[in-house]
């Protein structure tokens, strides 16, 4: 038996609830595929939360615990930071505080990418750190890479998406189970698909704010969210959708935008389309999304996966880590802070 030394990454944990908490198991039962692929084991030293006393995953160290997110951003025994917590504030400033601090930061977080992203961007690039952002739209799904990487031949004529489950997950019971709006979410809420207050999700913001963020990822330049038609699903009656189906369609909350020949987002929407069955976007059931990509050399490439969930939204964030490392490692000097050493035993 020979033995190799890897060094340790430390990763500092903002938020411990569905998310964080996905993402403490994901590295922790994928370690060994972690130091496969990129050589260096991630491991989870701090978490914040809010509530010390609160029930956790059972993959948590409770001794990670702590209530300050600020001393977590600043400690300079944390490489790297995710951000798991949601909202506006203090992630915000939680994340503005670990770049200044020089750590590069992975987030969830849809809402602060789309109002704030090219200026939390430009402040990680002055800093010369990193903002990943994956696991903020289409949970699981690979679309912003996808985006960011492949298309570069092609011209994107358009995107078009179901990027919120909640709604997806509602249209579909509506049809399936012949229910109204009002049981199909609440069903969604019992199966833990809805927020108590689910109103960004079925009013149509949260959409909005990933189409953003997509939009940015594919094109460098976001819309003006205002100037967008947005519509949610509220007004869709359960005679709405038996009337679709009988007519062969199918009711879905889509996103759109399309882009002109320079790449640039020319016109976008948000709602409720009564799609026909030769739709991509028809077959998508229940909380999953999907991503039509439409390029004028390949055609529609469609991506289709788990949008939400503790471990495929941890998927994409340990997939940004093992990507921020792996760029980073690849540099001629790297800027991880000196870290101790864990000795691996390999056959
Ligand atoms: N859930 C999904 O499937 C999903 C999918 C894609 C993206 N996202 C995004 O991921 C993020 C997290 O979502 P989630 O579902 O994991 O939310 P969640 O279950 O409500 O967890 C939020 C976590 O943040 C902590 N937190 C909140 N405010 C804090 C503060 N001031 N200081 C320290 N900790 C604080 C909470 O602490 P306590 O536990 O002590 O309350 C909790 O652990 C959001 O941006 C969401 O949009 C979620």
């Given amino acids: 038996m020979s033995e190799r030394v890897r060094p340790v990454v430390r990763v500092g944990l903002l938020g411990c609830g569905v998310v964080g908490g996905g993402v403490v198991e994901a590295l922790a039962r994928n370690r060994d595929r972690i130091v496969e692929t990129s050589g260096a084991a991630l491991e989870v030293r701090r978490i914040a939360v809010r509530d010390l006393r609160k029930a956790r995953n059972l993959y948590v160290d409770r001794d990670l615990l702590c209530d300050d997110w600020a001393a977590v951003c600043a400690d300079p025994a ?9 909202g506006l504030h203090p992630a915000r400033d939680a994340i503005v505080q670990a770049i200044d601090c020089g750590k590069s930061v992975v987030t969830a977080n849809k809402q602060l990418l789309a109002l704030y992203g090219p200026e939390l961007e430009q402040r990680a690039a002055a800093r010369g750190v990193s903002l990943y952002y994956e696991a903020s739209v289409l949970g699981g799904i690979p679309a912003v890479h996808t985006l960011q990487t492949y298309f570069a031949a092609n011209r994107v004529r358009r995107l078009r998406g179901i990027v919120n489950g909640t709604c997806n ?5 509506m049809e399936e189970a012949g229910v109204t709006l009002h049981e199909a979410l609440a069903e969604a809420q019992r199966l833990g698909y ?9 009013d149509g913001d949260d959409a909005l704010y990933k189409l953003q963020i997509l939009t940015r990822a594919l094109a460098g330049q976001g819309l003006d969210l205002a100037a967008i038609p947005k519509q949610g699903i509220r007004s869709i009656t359960l005679a709405d959708v038996q009337k679709a189906t009988s007519a062969g369609r199918r009711w ?30 028809y077959r998508v059931g229940g909380v999953q999304n999907a991503l039509a990509i439409e390029g004028d050399l390949v055609g529609e490439v469609t991506l289709m996966g788990p949008g939400a969930g503790a471990l495929a939204t941890a998927s994409a964030i340990v997939e940004d880590l093992v990507k921020w ?7 001629p000097s790297h800027h991880l802070a000196p870290t101790p050493r864990v000795l691996v035993c390999s056959p």
């Fill in 194 to 202: 809805a927020e108590a207050d689910p109103s960004q999700d079925i």
């Fill in 169 to 173: 997950f509602v249209l579909t019971r």
């Fill in 252 to 281: 879905k909350h889509v996103v759109e935008v399309s882009f002109d020949d320079k790449g640039r987002p020319v016109s976008a929407s948000v709602g409720p389309v009564a799609l026909t069955a030769d739709d991509p976007l």
């Fill in 78 to 86: 944390i490489d790297v930071v995710v951000e798991a917590m949601g």
């Fill in 325 to 331: 490392l792996t760029r980073l490692t690849s540099l």
